[in-house]
């Protein structure tokens, strides 16, 4: 909790902050839940750990095994949604892991996971796509699901090496 208290308050608006805030607790509450089952996750390559990429970006992003994974925290399960930014900027993880914050903020149950080609793109608005509970794959098949995952490799033409590096020089900026 105070990693996630930490996490925004050099920023200046309020809804940055607290963004910040869901994201880092809801990587530290999926990273907890995780180890409890015997799954090591890591958020040392995380996004989110750096300030000028959570401050520009929703994202919360940990990794487990080879797989990247990018906590979606709700307050309901009737509300998950995912940045359209995500995809915009090529960041989508290989997963979506989404757990549902129970009231005292101490704790969340992980409610489902999705891959980003599972998303319906019709169901949006300007800034969201959103994520209906009943698509989510259930919490029992994260340990099947890692165990055969295979991550393809996507190769990068000129185009591709060009672009990602106008990206970096748009976020340094």
């Given at each position: 909790m105070r990693d996630s208290?930490?996490?925004?308050?050099?920023?200046?608006?309020?809804?940055?902050?607290?963004?910040?805030?869901?994201?880092?607790?809801?990587?530290r509450l999926a990273m907890k839940y995780l180890f409890s089952r015997?799954?090591?996750?890591?958020?040392?390559?995380?996004?989110?750990?750096?300030q000028k990429v959570l401050e520009k970006f929703d994202i919360a992003d940990?990794?487990?095994?080879?797989?990247?994974?990018d906590v979606r925290l709700v307050f309901s399960p009737d509300e998950i949604?995912?940045?359209?930014?995500?995809?915009?900027?090529?960041?989508?993880?290989d997963i979506y892991m989404v757990l549902c914050l129970n009231e005292n903020l101490s704790s969340a149950d992980?409610?489902?996971?999705f891959e980003p080609d599972?998303?319906?793109?019709?169901?949006?608005?300007?800034?969201?796509?959103?994520?209906?509970q009943?698509?989510?794959k259930q919490p029992d098949e994260l340990k099947s699901f890692v165990k055969n995952f295979v991550k393809t490799e996507k190769t990068l033409d000129e185009n591709d090496?060009?672009?990602?590096?106008?990206?970096?020089?748009?976020?340094?900026?």
């Open positions: 208290k930490l996490s925004g308050i050099n920023f200046k608006e309020d809804l940055v902050k607290k963004r910040a805030f869901i994201d880092v607790l809801g990587a015997k799954m090591e996750a890591s958020n040392i390559y995380s996004m989110y750990t750096l940990i990794y487990l095994n080879n797989i990247k994974i949604f995912i940045p359209k930014s995500q995809f915009k900027y090529e960041i989508t993880p992980f409610i489902g996971f599972e998303i319906d793109k019709s169901n949006c608005n300007a800034d969201l796509y959103f994520v209906t009943e698509s989510l090496k060009t672009r990602a590096k106008e990206l970096f020089l748009n976020l340094i900026d």
